[in-house]
């Protein structure tokens, strides 16, 4: 057999997708702070650096499932998506009405309108019109959908970024 040399700056292997454990590792890369104890045991933490979600009707899931691979993989559903405010703190992402209007991440207006979003996404049906609210989905951007919607900065990047997982903006067009 041969021998292979890996060599990397990083103590940890992966690049710029690797999962980071322990948590100080994290805080370490990007030169803040180490974590108190209210964070518990920093090896009882693995922060992927990329989000890796698999979309639960997506084309990888039917292709491992018609393979049999997932024979040999583990599926779980997420609880929830985190993001870092710009206070600094850690929130969770709202992904219904009671969660919109309870976040941390938006001021008083931004919650009930964001609410409204996530109602009216809830009752969207493409195959009835009654539920589009004059909103054509085929004649629409989602820009288009956000202005109508009055959805303000902070909503319609969590809308984007944090729940639809797009890395830059160009969706809204």
Do not use: C
Request: proline content about 5%; cysteine-free; hydrophobic content about 35%.
């Amino acid at each position: 057999g041969k021998k292979v040399l890996h060599m990397d700056r990083n103590k940890y292997y992966g690049g710029e997708s690797a999962s980071l454990t322990p948590l100080e590792d994290l805080f370490t890369k990007f030169s803040v702070p180490a974590p108190d104890e209210s964070y518990g045991r920093g090896r009882d933490w693995n922060v992927d650096l990329i989000p890796k979600f698999l979309m639960a009707n997506g084309q990888l899931v039917k292709l491992l499932v018609h393979t049999g691979v997932t024979r040999y993989l583990e599926f779980k559903s997420i609880e929830g998506s985190y993001v870092m405010g710009k206070s600094g703190k850690i929130s969770k992402v709202p992904a219904d009405e009671k969660e919109a209007l309870t976040s941390d991440l938006m001021g008083l207006f931004e919650k009930r309108r964001f609410k409204n979003f996530l109602v009216f996404v809830q009752d969207f049906n493409e195959e009835d019109p009654k539920t589009w609210k004059e909103v054509d989905p085929t004649k629409t951007t989602t820009d288009e959908v956000y202005k109508k919607l009055v959805l303000m900065r902070t909503p319609v990047i969590l809308v984007g970024h944090a729940l639809a997982l797009y890395r830059d903006d160009d969706y809204r067009s």
